[in-house]
């Protein structure tokens, strides 16, 4: 068979290029993170005293951010970003994996907080440079995750509820567009409720600080259902819809809902499916009632309580178990039954932006042994996380949805190979000419360097 000439086995390979660059399209965070001035705010915040790790924190901070917005979760991954002349499209200089590593463990404790003092101040300036609710309603969701951690040695890995060894972070998300407004590491043995106060406390603070001069009303699942968390809310004048847990009490209440109390919910109704009643009537796939109730005891907390009643599908295994499932929630909102059921069952979005931050943004493990180290490495996967998800709604609000992952905006914008080149003293990036989404590029380049 004759074979063409052209073959892959004759094409040359050089590593040699010191003008190419292997993430040209990093240039629109970084320019975004020049624009907040992002690397100033964490030099005037962060200071490690003495320790090794103490000089240039502001470019090591930086190197870390964008290693993570470049696909690494792993301080071995920050060596791609030194590759050429990526620095140039950085605004930094970029450090090695070794060196990052003495900073990360020079942290403490109060290190942290340091960068807790990052991130309020960066929201805020995120939110003033026209990203802010003002004085409409704003939903906070809050929820936990497991980090999984498989070495032994790591300070604060244990077991929790899900039984894998690794940390239990608390995490404050925004409903618009997925960015997190507040993060705390914590052991991996550490109750879902363990420090939700005082986390609600300085999430709630640190909105109310940045801008947002509306009602606040926090969605959370059942595991955040208690006195202490329910209490924090009333106490900050904020509203909740939390998911109730069951228990005997609950369960007779909800049984004794009479039957024209249901109302049957429109987007979950399926003609035909569920068959009809005694009277013809069609069944509806999902109801849901109310009825007034007092939270944790007699002497507890007067709420509204919200339940959803589904029957599972015909023929499905959950079918030759129950007839039906019930989902209650508790909450002090104003709005119609149907209405505040169907906005807490937004609240399951925090996922997403879990699923983000691990696969996108550097989460998928804590790298060190120490725990203040992966409390900043937790704080940093959020600063990077967050840069994406402005990006997108300053940069690309009209072409691109607000929670467009960060590893979609790495495969379209940030992993854009390129090639450097200088004249007459001026530096210009040479980009491949027709990739297919260039138009977004120089759209939200445009817009970013107009951020003030």
Known sequence: MQTSSHTLDRLGVAF??????????????????????LKELIEGHLDLGSAPGRANVGSKAMTLIHAMLAGGDSLADAEVLRAGATQEVLGHAILAPSTLGTFLRSFTFGHVRQLDAVSREALARAWA???????????????????????????????????????????????????V??????????????????????????????????QLVLRADSGFYGRKVLGTCRQQKVRFSVTARMNPALQKEIAAIPEEAWTPIPYWSSTGTFGTDEQGQTISGADVAEMPYVAFGKNGMKV??????????PGSQLALFTEVSYHPIVTDREGTTV??????????????????????????????????????????????????????????????????????????????????????????????????????????????????
């Open 129 to 179: 440079a026209g990203l802010g609710p003002g004085a409409a309603e704003y939903l906070i969701d809050m929820d936990s995750t497991i980090c999984e951690a498989f070495g032994l040695r790591k300070q604060g890995v244990g077991f929790g509820y899900t039984k894998v060894r690794g940390y239990h972070p608390l995490l404050a998300t925004g409903s618009v567009g997925g960015e």
């Open 304 to 313: 509204r309580l919200i339940v959803r009643r589904v029957r599972p599908t």
């Open 16 to 37: 040699d290029d010191p003008h190419a660059v292997a993430n040209a399209g990093l240039l629109l965070p970084a320019t975004l993170a020049q624009h907040l001035k």
């Open 339 to 452: 209405e505040l059921e169907a906005d807490h069952r937004a609240h399951a979005n925090v996922e997403t932006v879990i699923r983000d931050l691990k696969e996108g943004a550097g989460l998928a493990h804590l790298p060190s042994g120490r725990f203040a180290a992966n409390a900043a490495w937790l704080a940093f996967a959020v600063l990077a996380h967050n840069l994406a998800r402005w990006l997108v709604r300053l940069g690309l609000p009209d072409q691109l949805p607000a929670r467009t992952t960060t590893e979609r905006l790495r495969r379209r914008l940030f992993s854009l190979p390129g090639h450097r080149t200088s004249s007459a003293r001026r530096q210009t990036i040479h980009l491949p000419e027709r990739w297919p989404w260039q138009h977004l590029f120089l759209t939200a380049l445009t817009r970013l360097r107009a951020v003030t």
């Open 181 to 214: 407004l507040y993060c705390r590491l914590r052991g991996g043995s550490a109750n879902t409720q363990r420090g939700a106060a005082s986390f609600l406390r300085e999430t709630f603070a640190r909105v109310r600080e940045a801008g947002a001069t509306g």
